[in-house]
Each structure stands twice: as structure tokens, then as C-alpha cells.
């Protein structure tokens, strides 16, 4: 393949969901259920092409970046210009194949899974925009072009999660999905016009190369810092990090295909993608901050996790921890562990979804057929001896929560296990030794709830079997993903050696750049961070099968042998488990902090409008026309009246001087006689 023929590829693949999102919102009617062929083969090419740039750009073309940039906006002063371009280099290769096969899948599922919906077509459309503006995000070169299709991607999960609009919680999650990102993006905006106001540029590598020179923020690396972290809001938004990740677990109102894109290729992906997209402006303290995010969320996600029976939910806060260990990967110097575990968790936690959705569309189904309106079909306390009935979505699930657990032959024991690795060598580097302890914790908690909705779905018996005895396996459009995404799950996939990751093609392919790094380890020294992390990698390994495997045998014997109590547990700790399971009451904590200063701001803004401003508009024009009614007033009684009175005042005068003035000499002779008369008479 050439330069010009990847940039091509590149260009289609960009904007065929486009063409998919326009095709499907005008014309999806009369297409009826055709949308779904449509969107699913549109979808399709796109896979293709972005597999054909995969193989030739790690095979062939390794070490090159291919770039096509273009003036969108000229200044005119200091060389100030905003480009519009396309940037292919492994990351972006890499990305394209995860984004198009899941979506892909996604696409697939659906259209069983989504059959008589009312909306069916622009469903597929708004998949389609959503594609879309995930693509743009990956091939962006510049923050002006990922900030732009940043805002579309919140565009989109708006109109997938607010599906089913009708249903209120479905129109509050939207919404709440839309403002909280909304809050994560200012910082975003802000950090990048902090750049702009020092670079003159928003092109990625112009801005790097200048780094490299010396050049930052106001020649002050505490404002570069600062810009490094305000860009980073936008990741706690768009990732669900902590304290934004309230909105993550509430987009579950949307089909559950949605969530499977959602959390594993779009979305949630975008933030931690934008992390390692602009790595080198981070500094070492704003990566100390956001390894610290990323650890606190992991964990409290984790928490969250633990106590939850809505199977989407669990799975929900399952992605937000998940997320968090990426962040804290990255935020560590775990470059290319962080963003691995990002490509291995698209696979799993699609599956994941896509194996609830599967137990959720029989769940439906069976209860429907019963005439059963009131069993929750989410709640896995409601479901139970599955695994016979529905193998293929049972055998795919587990390997999905293996993988998710970090046991070995799995993808996810590859990814996992180098984080942990890594947190291991950064705390020996710099002495934080409190991100490693959260991080072996949450994996832990990750294998002992995984397994907990595994055991409580498909395994044991069900309290109520008749009422399951009608459920059957998924059609083959919703197993078929089940099948890719679990062999994409096992190990052999990203390295021939089941125990290290590092002598697979991935970690040839994404080398991590040179950049500032965690404290106490010179900018020169990823050598250093890269021996540390060889070094730890057999403790990662055993510690992580160790605190895993207990885990997971806690789950079992709590839930399938039955050895531990957890009704007992509950009823030991039932404040803890309250508090768990309403979520650490972040959302009634927002609602009465940051939603009721906004809404009493708001309200006291109102009247402050209403009573004041409005008031003195109100006043000033009451005032005015009571004013001008006055003026009119004397302007018709006085200025006129004086006007018309003189008028006739002379009118008068001149109607009598008219019956003097007759114009004959004769009369003028005799008053002149009169007069003279009068004169002697008077005056004599």
C-alpha cells in the first residue's frame, strides 16, 4: 500500500457511517427492516478496510506515520493557523480495528435483539453517527478535530441512551450522561486554549516538537501542568472517572447493544485513547494525579460493584474500575500496559454486555410468554440454572469473566498483570506503594463479583425453574459475536507466550513516547521504569493469580457451595452494604451540593431577573409612559390650549379690525372725524 491509498482507506472508513447515519435517518422507513442490512454491511466495509490498514501498517509499514493536514482557518498573524487532517501511525491502526469490530458486532446483534423495536431504523442510524464520530476521534490530528467530534461523540450517546425516550429514567440518563461530560469538557476546552495561546498551533506533533525545544505554557511548567490536567477533565468525563463517573452506570436505560459499544469501543474508550493520544504534554506531577484518579475509581467502582443485582449495572461499574486501571496505568508511566488493557477489554466487556443482552432478550421473552410484567429480567437474583439452557452465551460468559478476572491463557491476565507490574515498579521508583495495594485489591474484588453474576446467572438452580423452562439460546446473530469476542479474549491473539505480553506484536507496535514521567524518575530513564517493571513482573504475576484465585473461591463458596452465608453477611453489615449498594451516595451527595447550588443559583438568578431586572425594565417603563401620558396631557391642554387661543384670541381681534377694515375712504373719513371729536371731547 502507498501513502495516498491509506489515507484513502482512512478517509472512507471515516466517513461511510456517515453516509450510513444519512441513508438511515432519511430514507430508514421505506427501508423498514432493511436499516439493519444496510447499517450492518456499511459498518462492515469499514471493518475490512481498517483490517487491511492493520496488516499492512504493522507489517509493512511499522515505524512510518502517514498525515494529510489541511488549512480550515487561517488568522493571518504569527503563522496562527487550525488544520483539519487524518494521522495514521500504530495506535491509530490499532484503534480503527477495535472501533469498526465492535461496532460491527454491535451492528450484528442487534438485529435480532432490537426486532420490532418502534425505532428500529434510526436506531441503526444513530449507531451509524456514533461510528462516526469515534472514528474522527481516532484519526484526529489536532485538538481542534478531536475536540469537535469529542462534543459529537456526546451528541450521540445522548440520542442512543434517551432510545427508548418515552421512559423517564431512559430521559434522565441521557440527560445526565450529556451535562456531566458537558462539565469534564470545559476543563478540556480550557486546557487546549492554554496550548493555543502558546503554541499558536493545535496540531499534535508542532506542539510536540516544540516541547521538545524548551517551549511551554507562559514558560512556567505549573501551567503546563495545569493544561495537562484541564485536557485530562476531559477523559474524567468522557472515561467516567472519578468524581464524574456518576453518569456511566445510568446509561444502562439504553439497548443493551448500546452499552456494549458504549463501554467497550466508543465512549468510554475515547478518554483513555486522548490520555495516550497527547502523553508527552503531561508532566510528572499531572501523571501522579491522574494515576491517583484512576486508582480511586478503579476501587470505588469495584465497591460499587460488589453490591449491585442488576446485571448491566454490575457490569456497568465493572467498565468505570476497569477504566480506572487503564488511567492509573498510563498515570504510572505504563504506557503501552494501559492502553493494551484498553484493546483486550473491548473484546471481554463487549462480550460481557453482549452475554447479558443475550440472558436479558430470553429473560424477556420467557416472562412475556408467562404473562409475567413485574420480575425484573435484569435482576440476577430473578435468574439462576441458565447455563444448559443457553450454552453458547454460558461457555462465551465465562470465558469473558476469566479474561476480566486475569486468569491465565486469557487476554486480560496478559493486560491486567503488566499494570500491576507496573504499579509494583512505580512504587519502587517513587514510593507511592498505596496505587499497588489498590490495585491488587480491586483485582480481587474484580474476580469476586465477576464470578458472583456468573454463578448467580447460569449456574445452580433456579427457585422458580417452570418459569424458565421456555428459555432457549439466542438466535445466531447474537451468538456469533459471543463466539469472535471470546477467541479474541484468549491469549494467543496478542503474544505466542501466555505469561508476558511484551514478546507479542502489541508491545513492538505501541512503544511508549518520550515524555515527562512519574516523580523521582528523570525524563531520560524509561529504561529505568522498563527494568523496574521486568523486575516485578514474576511478584505481579503471583501475586495477582493468588489475590484472583481467592476471589474467585470466595464466590463460590459463597455463592454456589453455599459455605459462606452472604444473607448473614448482609445482615452484619446492613449500613455497609446500604452504602454500597446506593452507590457511596454520590448522587444524593451531587444533589444536595452541586445540583441544589445550581438549581438555587438558577432560581435566585430567576428572580433576581424577574423581580429586579425585569422590575426595573418594568418601572423604567411605567415611567415612561406614565411621563409621556403627562407630556401628552400638556402638550394637548396647555401648549395647544395656548397655541389655539391665541389663534383665536387673533381671530377675534381680526374679525372685528375686519368690520373696520371695509376699504372705503369714505367710512376712514368719518371715523377719522369720529376720532377727532372724541379727542377735543376727552382731552380738552
Known amino acids: 500500500m502507498t501513502e495516498t491509498l491509506f489515507l484513502q482507506f482512512a ?36 471493518l475490512l478496510l481498517s483490517l487491511i490498514i492493520f496488516f499492512s ?22 503563522d496562527s493557523k487550525i488544520n483539519l487532517g487524518i494521522m495514521i501511525d ?10 469498526t469490530l465492535v461496532s460491527f458486532l454491535v451492528h450484528l446483534f442487534s438485529i435480532s435483539y432490537m426486532k420490532g423495536d418502534i425505532r428500529y431504523s434510526r436506531y441503526f442510524a444513530f449507531l451509524g453517527i456514533f461510528s462516526f464520530s469515534m472514528l474522527g476521534i481516532v484519526l484526529a490530528d489536532n485538538f481542534f478535530m478531536i475536540y469537535v467530534f469529542w462534543e459529537l461523540v456526546g451528541l450521540s450517546s445522548y440520542l442512543l441512551i434517551g432510545h427508548w425516550y418515552e421512559k423517564t429514567s431512559a430521559a434522565n440518563a441521557s440527560k445526565k450522561a450529556f451535562i456531566v461530560n458537558r462539565v469534564g469538557d470545559v476543563g478540556m476546552f480550557t486546557g487546549i486554549m492554554i496550548l493555543w495561546s502558546t503554541f499558536g498551533t493545535l496540531d499534535f506533533e ?29 477523559a474524567v468525563g468522557k472515561s467516567a472517572q472519578f468524581p464524574l463517573h456518576v453518569w456511566l452506570p445510568d446509561a444502562m436505560e439504553g439497548p443493551t447493544p448500546v452499552s456494549a459499544l458504549i463501554h467497550a469501543a466508543t465512549m ?34 469495584a465497591t460499587i460493584a460488589i453490591a449491585q443485582y442488576d446485571i448491566k449495572k454490575v457490569l456497568a461499574y465493572s467498565t468505570v474500575s476497569q477504566l480506572g486501571y487503564m488511567v492509573m ?19 471481554f466487556k463487549a462480550g460481557l454486555f453482549l452475554g447479558s443482552g443475550s440472558v436479558i432478550f430470553a429473560m424477556h421473552h420467557v416472562l412475556h410468554h408467562h404473562n409475567d410484567h413485574h420480575t425484573d429480567p435484569q435482576d440476577i437474583r430473578n435468574m439462576g440454572g441458565l447455563k444448559n439452557k443457553m450454552p453458547i452465551t454460558f461457555w462465551t460468559f465465562l470465558i469473558f469473566t476469566l479474561a ?25 521508583l517513587t514510593g507511592h506503594t498505596i496505587i499497588p495495594i489498590i490495585a491488587f485489591t480491586v483485582a480481587g ?12 446467572t447460569f449456574m445452580g438452580s433456579h427457585a422458580d425453574s417452570h418459569r424458565i423452562d421456555g428459555i432457549h439460546e439466542s438466535p445466531w446473530q447474537m451468538t456469533t459475536p459471543l463466539i469472535i469476542f471470546a477467541a479474541l479474549s484468549l491469549f494467543f491473539f496478542y503474544s505466542p507466550n501466555p505469561t508476558n505480553a511484551s514478546e507479542g506484536w502489541f508491545y513492538s507496535a505501541v512503544v511508549r513516547p518520550e515524555t515527562a514521567v512519574p516523580e523521582n524518575v528523570s525524563a531520560s530513564s524509561i529504561e529505568s521504569f522498563e527494568e523496574a517493571v521486568h523486575h516485578n513482573h514474576g511478584k505481579a504475576i503471583t501475586l495477582s493469580l493468588l489475590i484472583a484465585g481467592l476471589g474467585i473461591l470466595i464466590s463460590f463458596a459463597t455463592y454456589y457451595w453455599k459455605k459462606i452465608s452472604a444473607d448473614k453477611i448482609l445482615n452484619m453489615f446492613p449500613k455497609t452494604f446500604k452504602f454500597l449498594n446506593m452507590k457511596w451516595y454520590f448522587d444524593e451527595l451531587y444533589d444536595k451540593t452541586v445540583v441544589w447550588f445550581t438549581m438555587t443559583t438558577a432560581k435566585v438568578l430567576a428572580w433576581f431577573d424577574f423581580k429586579i431586572i425585569d422590575g426595573l425594565v418594568n418601572g423604567t417603563a411605567s415611567v415612561t409612559k406614565s411621563t409621556a401620558f403627562g407630556s401628552g396631557k400638556f402638550d394637548n391642554v396647555v401648549v395647544d390650549g395656548i397655541v389655539n387661543l391665541t389663534a383665536y384670541t387673533f381671530g377675534f381681534f381680526g374679525l372685528i379690525i375686519r368690520t373696520i377694515q371695509t376699504g372705503k375712504v369714505q367710512t376712514y373719513l368719518a371715523f377719522a372725524i369720529v376720532g377727532a371729536l372724541m379727542i377735543f371731547f376727552f382731552f380738552n
Open 57 to 78: 501498517k504493522i507489517n509493512y509499514f511499522h515505524n512510518q506515520t502517514f498525515e494529510y493536514t489541511f488549512t480550515w482557518v487561517d488568522f493571518g498573524y504569527y
Open 329 to 347: 496505568s498510563l498515570g504510572v508511566g505504563g504506557f503501552t500496559s494501559g492502553f493494551f488493557h484498553l484493546v483486550t477489554h473491548a473484546a
Open 404 to 428: 476480566i478476572s486475569g486468569v491465565p491463557l486469557t487476554s486480560g491476565f496478559l493486560s491486567k498483570d503488566d499494570i500491576l507490574a507496573g504499579t509494583l515498579a512505580f512504587s519502587d
Open 90 to 99: 500504530n495506535m491509530t491502526a490499532i484503534m480503527l480495528v477495535v472501533v
Open 445 to 456: 474484588m474484580t474476580a469476586f463479583y465477576m464470578f458472583r453474576v456468573l454463578i448467580l
Open 206 to 234: 508542532k506542539i510536540f516538537s516544540l516541547m521538545s525545544l524548551g517551549v511551554i505554557p507562559f514558560e512556567s511548567t505549573v501551567w503546563l501542568t495545569a493544561a495537562g490536567l484541564l485536557i485530562f477533565c476531559g
Open 11 to 46: 478517509t472512507a472508513i471515516l466517513f461511510i457511517p456517515l453516509i450510513s447515519f444519512l441513508v438511515l435517518i432519511f430514507f430508514g422507513k421505506k427501508l423498514s427492516d432493511k436499516s439493519a442490512i444496510v447499517g450492518s454491511g456499511l459498518i462492515g466495509s469499514t
Open 268 to 301: 468510554v474508550a475515547a478518554g483513555v485513547y486522548l490520555i495516550a493520544r497527547v502523553f508527552p504534554i503531561f508532566t510528572a506531577d499531572a501523571l501522579i494525579v491522574i494515576a491517583y484518579i484512576g486508582a480511586i475509581t478503579a476501587f470505588v467502582s
